[in-house]
C-alpha cells in the first residue's frame, strides 16, 4: 500500500466558514468551524493509507488543537486557498511525497473512505463534492506538481487540467460544509462527535449520532 501525506488548508477561525454563520449563535460560530476540523483530521489520521497530515494554517488555536491529534502545522504562505495547498503539498510535504489535499470540513469523513479513494489513485485525480461542482479531494503522486484549482466549480477545472475524476460512494467524503443545509445533510449522514458533541450542547441537534 503506498503511504499518503495529507494536506489540509485552514483559514483563521474567524473568517472561516463565512456562508455558515447563523447556523449557532455566532459567538459559537469559530468553535463549530474547529470541531469540523478536529473531526476531519481525526478521520484522516485514522486511514490506514496516510503516513501522516499537514495543516497549513496561521490559526494558533487550530494548530494546537490538530497538533494534540498528531498532524503537523505548517504556516499559511498567503495569496488564498490554492497558494497554501500547492505549498503543503509541493514544498513542505515535497514531490518525492504521494501527497492528497482534503477540505477541512468533512465531519462526517470515514477512514475507509479515504483509504478507498486512494488506493485508486493512479495519476492526478479528484473527488467532486456530493453537489458534483465543486471538489473535496486532490490527490497526486510522487514527482507530480499538485496544480491546484479550487474554488468555484473547481471539480470541471481539475478536469479540465487533466485530472482524473473518481466516482464511488464515499458520502462523508463527499458532503462538505458550507451552508447550514450541508450541516443539516451531514448530521443525517454522521458526524464526528466533536461536532455533534457543539451541537448537543447548543440545543441544535439532540439526536446527533457520532460517525463511527
Known sequence: MREWTAIIP?????????RLR??????????????????????????GAVSGLLVVT????????????????????????????????DEAAGL????VVL????????????????????????VPDAAG??????????????????????AAAHAGSGAV???GGWPGLRQDVDTAADLDAVLTLGAGWRTCGLLRDLGLAPECAPAA
Open 96 to 99: 518525492s511525497a504521494h501527497r
Open 58 to 89: 496561521d490559526d494558533p488555536q487550530v494548530g494546537g488543537a490538530v497538533r494534540e491529534l498528531g498532524a503537523r502545522v505548517v504556516p499559511d504562505p498567503g495569496g488564498g486557498l490554492n497558494a497554501a495547498m500547492r505549498f503543503g503539498a
Open 10 to 18: 485552514v483559514k483563521r477561525l474567524g473568517a472561516a466558514k463565512t
Open 133 to 154: 461542482i465543486g471538489t473535496v479531494l486532490l490527490a497526486a503522486p510522487a514527482g507530480r506538481p499538485l496544480d491546484p484549482r479550487f474554488g468555484g466549480p473547481s
Open 165 to 167: 475524476a473518481l466516482g
Open 22 to 47: 447563523g447556523a449557532v449563535p455566532a459567538d459559537r460560530h469559530p468553535e463549530l468551524a474547529l470541531a469540523m476540523v478536529r473531526d476531519t483530521a481525526a478521520a484522516v489520521l485514522a486511514a
Open 103 to 126: 477540505a477541512g470540513d468533512l465531519p462526517a469523513l470515514r477512514p475507509e473512505e479515504l483509504d478507498d479513494v486512494l488506493a485508486r489513485v493512479t495519476g492526478r485525480a479528484f
